[in-house]
T-cell receptor, first 113, second 112 residues
């Protein structure tokens, strides 16, 4: 079955440290992979996506994600976390043969000063 | 600002009632999506329209219906409301079927 998993409900990082938010997907065709961020009382904002090409994708606000086909992962990373990065992060996948996007359960990122 | 607008921002109503949520997609976008976000269910895809036609259905209850009009705005109708329907309802739009989705600010529905 097509699915996406975010194994961590919460990630806590000190400001200035690197951060990683994990995402894995089920193997089925050629996935399109996305990361979205949701700030309190706001809609989801698009961060970045992988369609094809370079496995390292750079997105908004200094975030990047690496597509790893062998590990079926698409982890979100940032070299130096900011307190303002604290939010709810969603990984999502859709497959080239379907138009339905599947969202992960979300990971709450908390950056402490 | 994503360019997707949703009205109203907040809606409080009683069980058994019917409400309509409205969404205007970004200029030029043909596809509209509806999602429900609740604490216990996470973000659930409800339904998608493309250029006026239904294209995909997710976990949408029979009490819920949607449509996309010729001017591409969309409405989500929720009827016979139950307490469990209290949630944030998001609309998103994209240019085509495979493109990035841009989300509106949401409508917070509270059913008392």
């Amino acid at each position: 079955a097509q699915s996406v998993a975010q194994p961590e409900d919460q990630v806590n990082v000190a400001e200035g440290n690197p951060l990683t938010v994990k995402c894995t997907y089920s193997v089925s065709g050629n996935p399109y992979l996305f990361w979205y961020v949701q700030y309190p009382n706001r809609g989801l904002q698009f961060l970045l996506k992988y369609i094809t090409g370079d496995n390292l994708v750079k997105g908004s606000y200094g975030f990047e994600a690496e597509f790893n086909k062998s590990q079926t992962s698409f982890h979100l990373k940032k070299p130096s976390a900011l307190v303002s990065d604290s939010a709810l992060y969603f990984c999502a996948v859709k497959y080239s043969s379907a138009s339905k996007i599947i969202f992960g359960s979300g990971t709450r990122l908390s950056i402490r000063p | 600002d994503s360019g997707v607008t949703q009205t109203p921002k907040h809606l409080i109503t009683a069980t058994g009632q019917r409400v309509t949520l409205r969404c205007s997609p970004r200029s030029g976008d043909l596809s509209v999506y509806w999602y429900q976000q609740s604490l216990d269910q996470g973000l659930q895809f409800l339904i998608q329209y493309y250029n006026g036609e239904e294209r995909a259905k997710g976990n949408i209850l029979e009490r819920f219906s949607a449509q996309q009009f010729p001017d591409l705005h969309s409405e989500l109708n929720l009827s016979s409301l139950e307490l469990g329907d209290s949630a944030l309802y998001f609309c998103a739009s994209s240019l085509g079927l495979q493109d990035t989705q841009y989300f509106g600010p949401g409508t917070r529905l509270t059913v008392l």
